[in-house]
C-alpha cells in the first residue's frame, strides 16, 4: 500500500518542506497551481499556491511518523493543519492518473514547448525546441518556476559539442533541451532511482537514449570521468551549499552554471558561495519566490 501526503503550501514555502521530504527520504514532487485564463491552450496564471506531495510505502516507511512530521512543520510555520490531505493506493493502482489529467503543454519563453506525450502538437512547435515529458514521479514537468528558470538561462547559450552535467535531473527536461540542441554528451544524476527510470523512459521519447548517460548516484560519491563544459543543478540551497566545492572542480574553468532551485531568503548566502568558490555572477533571474543564476567558472 502506498500512502500520498498532499501539503497545500504557499509557493515561498516549498524549499523547506522539500527539506523535509529529504529528512525521510521519501519520493516527493510538486504542484504548482494553475488557473486557466480560458484564452487559449496555454494560458493560465499561478495562484501562489503549491502541492508537495510525499509518497510513500506503507510497508517500508513509517508512513504514521511522516505524517506527525507534517503536521508538526506546519505548525512550526504557522499554517493550518488542514492544508495536509492523505491519500491511500494499492499496490497496482496508477496514482499518477489525477496528475496527468491537468499537465498540459507549457511554453518557456518564445520558443520552448513542454508537452506530455499524449498531448497535441502546437502549431509553433519545432523538433529541436519540443521536449516530451510523461513526468511519472519525478520532479520537472516545465511548470514549475525553477525548471522554467534553467530553460530560459539554457536557450541564452549554444551548447553544440559540449559534454554536460545536469545534478538532480529529475524527469530529464533540461538535458533533454541540451541534447536536442547538438550537445556532444551529457550525464544526468539523480538520486531518486524510480525518477531515473522514468528519465529514460523519457529520454527514449525524446530519441535520445543512446547520447544521453543517465544514473542513479549521490553527489557525494559521484565521481566524473572527464571535465565538463557546463552544469545545470536545478537543486535545493542547502544541497548547492553543501556540495559547491565537491561539483565546482567538475567543469572546466571558463564552463558555464546555470543553477536555480534558491528561494528569496537563501539567495544571498547562496551568491556568496558562488564568489567563495569561484564563479563569476553573469545574470539573476527570479520568478516568483525563485532564483536563478548564470555563472561562469572564473
Same mark, same amino acid.
Given at each position: ?19 523535509? #521530504? ?48 507534517? @503536521? ?11 492544508? !495536509?490531505? @492523505?491519500?491511500?493506493?494499492?499496490? &497496482? ?34 523538433? #529541436?525546441?519540443?521536449?516530451? @515529458? ?43 533541451? !541540451?541534447?536536442?540542441?547538438? #550537445? ?13 527510470? &522514468?528519465?529514460?523512459? &523519457? ?30 543543478? &536545478? ?46 555572477? !553573469? ?16
Amino acid at each position: 500500500m502506498l500512502k500520498r501526503f498532499n501539503v497545500t503550501i504557499p509557493s515561498d514555502y516549498e524549499e523547506p518542506l522539500l527539506g523535509l #521530504a529529504d529528512r525521510f527520504g521519501v519520493g516527493v514532487f510538486s504542484s504548482p497551481q494553475i488557473r486557466d485564463e480560458g484564452i487559449g491552450e496555454t494560458d493560465f496564471v499561478y495562484t501562489g499556491e503549491t502541492i508537495v506531495s510525499f509518497v510513500a510505502s506503507t510497508v517500508e516507511q513509517d508512513t504514521a511518523a511522516i505524517e506527525t512530521a507534517i @503536521i508538526d512543520w506546519l505548525k512550526d510555520f504557522s499554517l493550518n493543519p488542514s492544508a !495536509l490531505s @492523505i491519500e491511500e493506493y494499492s499496490d &497496482n493502482q496508477d496514482w499518477m492518473a489525477g496528475f496527468r489529467e491537468h499537465f498540459k503543454p507549457i511554453c518557456v519563453g518564445d520558443k520552448i514547448v513542454v508537452r506530455p506525450p499524449w498531448e497535441p502538437e502546437l502549431p509553433h512547435e519545432t523538433q #529541436a525546441n519540443t521536449i516530451l @515529458i510523461d513526468p511519472g514521479m519525478a520532479f520537472g514537468t516545465g511548470t514549475h518556476e525553477t525548471t522554467r528558470l534553467c530553460l530560459e538561462f539554457m536557450s541564452q547559450i549554444d551548447p553544440a559539442g559540449q559534454f554536460f552535467l545536469d545534478l538532480g535531473a529529475g524527469s530529464g527536461i533540461l538535458s533533454f533541451y !541540451l541534447m536536442k540542441h547538438n #550537445a556532444q554528451g551529457g550525464v544526468a544524476i539523480e538520486i531518486e532511482g524510480a525518477a531515473v527510470e &522514468n528519465m529514460r523512459k &523519457n529520454a527514449a521519447l525524446n530519441g535520445i537514449s543512446d547520447r544521453l548517460k543517465m544514473i542513479c548516484a549521490d553527489l557525494s560519491t559521484y565521481k566524473p570521468e572527464i571535465e565538463a563544459d557546463g552544469l545545470v543543478a &536545478n537543486i535545493t540551497s542547502p544541497v548547492i551549499l553543501e556540495y559547491l566545492p565537491v561539483f565546482t572542480p567538475w567543469v572546466k574553468k571558463g564552463g558555464w552554471g546555470i543553477f536555480s532551485g534558491v528561494n528569496s531568503t537563501n539567495a544571498p548566502i547562496v551568491k556568496e558561495a558562488f564568489a567563495r568558490n569561484g564563479w563569476k555572477h !553573469l545574470q539573476e533571474k527570479t520568478d516568483g519566490d525563485w532564483h536563478g543564476f548564470y555563472l561562469i567558472r572564473s
